[in-house]
């Protein structure tokens, strides 16, 4: 759970894609600062788009190719990421309780 948080500040917040710099109670203030500023977007901001980046990955392309073979972003909104992510959440409840039985 922590590292899927650092893994969305890292796409929305480019100080932390590298080592920080600065004195201890100052990152911790940064990170304080982030999620209270991530969570005010997810509020008041409902269609905030940002690009998915493969963080592990520095030299991953942020382009796909379609079917048409031309680059396009990928771009996702986070309600699209949240229904995505409790569809697949469903999809394992379901599993195991058809596996259960």
């Known amino acids: ?3 899927k948080i650092f893994d969305i500040f890292k796409s929305r917040f480019t100080i932390f894609k590298s080592a920080l710099l600065f004195l201890f109670k ?5 990170v304080l ?3 209270t ?4 977007l997810r509020k008041e901001c409902r269609y905030d788009e940002f690009l998915i980046e ?5 030299s991953s ?3 796909a190719v379609n079917e048409d073979h031309t680059f396009e ?3 996702q909104t986070q309600d699209q990421e ?7 959440m469903t999809s394992i409840a379901m599993y195991m309780w058809m596996n259960a039985i």
Not at 26 to 30: A, F, G, H, P
Not at 37 to 40: P, Q, S
Not at 82 to 88: H, I, S, T
């Open 54 to 58: 493969a963080v592990d990955e520095p």
């Open 82 to 88: 949240r229904k995505d992510a409790n569809a697949w």
């Open 26 to 30: 100052t990152q911790v203030e940064l």
């Open 33 to 35: 600062v982030c999620a």
């Open 37 to 40: 500023l991530h969570n005010f």
């Open 1 to 3: 759970m922590i590292e």
């Open 61 to 63: 392309s942020m382009l």
């Open 73 to 75: 972003p990928i771009i």
